[in-house]
């Protein structure tokens, strides 16, 4: 299966998805900025091939990028 990713969010260093991680003994949600991570393949007018470094499982954070960095915790309300 292929994933796609718009190119705004690999240009703009914003690919952020949800991990699930343990702190103080209790699983919590994080933001991981994984752009650096990512290999790209072809493109289209709007977006990248990823060829590694997301997998189908992952969510991936498309909105609200100005209030997120990189190991905060976030509360999905909607998926």
């Known amino acids: 299966m292929e994933i796609g990713i718009p190119k705004e969010l690999y240009d703009n260093h914003e690919i952020y998805i949800l ?3 343990m702190i103080n003994g ?3 949600t994080v933001v991981r900025n994984v752009t650096e991570k990512v290999e790209i393949g072809r493109s289209n007018e709007d977006s990248y091939e ?3 470094g997301l997998y189908g499982m992952n969510k991936i954070i498309i909105d ?5 960095q990189d190991g905060c915790e976030v509360y999905v309300i909607n998926e």
């Open 19 to 21: 991990s699930s991680e």
């Open 26 to 28: 209790e699983i919590r």
């Open 50 to 52: 990823i060829l590694k």
């Open 64 to 68: 609200g990028f100005e209030i997120i």
